[in-house]
Nanobody
């Protein structure tokens, strides 16, 4: 069983910043698409951002210009820098890693709570 270890959630005021990090085995890190999803109460889980092994990034329209996803090759982590946070960013954030194709896989972290409130 592949374990994804998330860290960095918490409570922050509107306009503030948080950084999430997700560590994983290197064999998964170097081959997979890495991403962050979120799920707010009463809503479906949605993609926040993801990044391919080649470095191509993709963002939800609601976070473009505010969030940055990055891969740390030394630490085998995928990080999400969240700036200019809004109350509507409040959700449980989940790390995801997946590989499409014949030898596909799809793994999820347990989630970390992000609350944006004054």
């Amino acid at each position: 069983q592949v374990q994804l270890v998330e860290s960095g959630g918490g409570l922050v005021q509107p306009g503030g910043s948080l950084r999430l990090s997700c560590a994983m085995p290197r064999s998964i890190f170097i081959t997979n698409i890495l991403g962050w999803y979120r799920q707010a109460p009463g809503k479906q889980r949605e993609l926040v951002a993801d990044c391919t092994s080649g470095g191509t990034t993709n963002y939800a329209d609601s976070v473009k210009g505010r969030f940055i996803i990055s891969r740390d090759n030394a630490k085998n982590t995928v990080d999400l820098q969240m700036n200019s946070l809004k109350p509507e960013d409040t959700a449980v954030y989940y790390c995801n890693t997946r590989r499409p194709g014949i030898f596909s896989n799809n793994y999820w972290g347990r989630g970390t709570q992000v609350t944006v409130s004054s």
